[in-house]
């Protein structure tokens, strides 16, 4: 392979690693929030232990993605030189910003949650973990800026600089505010609530099949379904949102996730398919009619197919369609599993299925799973563009890097990787194992621990 197409495998392994650890503490850090609150509210010390139980998992996926996070800013500077030249003033603001504003809040506030819980007052603690979910929050708002404009370039001008042609900013807002920022910032938090809130169901639905800490996994199953299901149906209206914009902004990446090679009024709307790339042609099963209805409100408006684009402004197609669909099969899947297992655990009958509380263990890799697809059709599907009609990602790497070097680099990174997952399974596992330490309520109306002196 080349040394772009293996610049694109590295980055692409490092962050789809990377992603999965904030996915995970955005939306743990929400269910904080209510423990905290409900123990405030309540004082029912099986709050306390649910906060406290889940600040240690949250504190662990929070250390693994800074971890694994930073190796991405190093990639700009050493496989993809070309491109952090061409995008420095704008993409190094939003990416500042996210430092500045969001890291630094996030992880200073996480220091009194996960040491303050004898040394500040119930209130400052409650008011901590709100920090932390406000900052994991911005986190996500400034990364999804970057990542947007990148889609849908808007706020700058392009200049020609001692290095040549370079983007900068000029209007910083516009740039902000993107034609695609909001869509695809409530798309992603969408999903990763339900990645914290799915990982919560699990470990709740697991005590239950043990007959162990029953009161502790029942507290924390209700809520954790409902953010599940709420983020689930969410999910599907926002990500018909971000259709309709990249239809409207990018319609060749839309064309390539319904395989729709024709320019067409009452294009289908695919549900399932493989395309044939060589051929041209593109067996799938749709609806009719269905994709010029959600697209434009309207069955006889005409949906752009690939042919309107010449060949090397096509991205990926079938790699493309199969990830945005594996992305909506499961998202569809979410939403289920979030209705039977509230269903089921309203009438009372949730400890008597058993393969439903199997099904709920299980139900953790959705999210994750659904996360990484979507990401993958999304860049994939930005393809041959780096930046969307103004940078192609053949001219984005850095010109002087050999295909050997980056290949060393990739097969470390690999088995880094693969050690640092394996790693956190076993933290995790072992914390999960061990369960929530044993709390009482006290006169005070705090609680403590049993087990101190």
């Known amino acids: 392979m080349d040394a772009v197409t293996l610049a694109r ?3 692409g392994l490092t962050a789809a690693f990377h992603y999965i650890f904030p996915s995970l503490t955005i939306g743990l850090a929400v269910l904080l929030v209510f423990f905290e609150w409900r123990w405030l509210k309540t004082n029912k010390a099986v709050y306390d232990q649910l906060a406290r139980f889940w600040t240690r998992i949250f504190a662990v996926a929070f250390a693994f993605g800074v971890a694994s996070g930073v190796v991405m800013e190093f990639q700009f500077g050493t496989n993809w030189s070309a491109y952090a030249r061409f995008v420095g003033d704008v993409f190094g603001s939003p990416l500042a910003a996210e430092a500045i504003f969001a890291f630094f809040l996030e992880s200073c506030f996480l220091g009194i949650v996960v040491f303050g819980w004898e040394r500040v007052s119930r209130r400052v603690h409650f008011f901590s973990t709100c920090m932390v979910c406000l900052g994991a929050h911005l986190s996500a708002l400034w990364i999804i800026v970057a990542n947007s ?20 900013i000029t209007d910083f807002w516009r740039m902000v505010f993107n034609p695609s920022t909001f869509d695809r910032l409530s798309h992603v938090l969408s999903g990763c609530w339900q990645a914290g809130a799915f990982l919560v169901v699990s470990v709740s639905a697991f005590y239950l099949l043990q007959k162990r800490h029953t009161e502790f996994a029942r507290a924390g ?21 971000s259709a309709v914009g990249v239809a409207r902004h990018q319609p060749a990446k839309m064309a390539a996730f319904e395989g729709l090679y024709e320019t067409k009024t009452h ?6 398919g ?17 994709l010029s209805i959600f697209v434009h409100g309207n069955a006889s408006k005409p949906v752009t197919g690939l042919n309107e684009f010449d060949p ?6 079938n790699l493309t369609f199969q990830f945005y669909h594996v992305m909506i099969a499961i998202g569809l899947g979410m939403i289920l599993v979030g209705v039977v297992g509230l269903l089921s655990l309203m009438r009372g009958r949730l400890g008597q299925n058993r393969w439903l509380l199997r099904l709920l263990t299980a139900s953790v890799l959705g999210p994750q799973i659904a996360n990484q697809a979507g990401w993958c059709a999304a860049e994939i599907g930005r393809q041959p563009w780096a930046v969307y ?4 990602t053949a001219d984005a790497v850095s010109p002087t890097v050999a295909p050997n070097t980056v290949l060393a680099s990739l097969l470390l990174f690999v088995v880094l990787y693969a050690f640092l997952l394996v790693l956190f399974v076993w933290i995790l596992t072992t914390k999960i194992l061990h369960g929530p330490e044993p709390q009482m309520a006290v006169p005070d109306g705090t609680a403590q621990d049993s087990q101190q002196p």
């Open 312 to 317: 090397q402004d096509r991205p990926p197609i």
């Open 149 to 168: 404009w990148m889609h849908t370039p808007a706020g700058f001008k392009i200049v020609t600089g001692p290095t040549g042609l370079r983007a900068e």
């Open 9 to 11: 495998v590295q980055f």
């Open 221 to 241: 199953l209700k809520p954790a379904l409902w953010l599940g299901l709420v983020a689930a149906l969410l999910s599907l209206i926002t990500g018909h949102q």
């Open 389 to 392: 009609g103004l940078l192609r």
């Open 274 to 290: 493989w395309i044939n790339e060589e051929q041209q042609r593109a067996h799938v099963f749709g609806i009719p009619g269905m």
């Open 267 to 272: 294009a289908p709307l695919t549900l399932f």
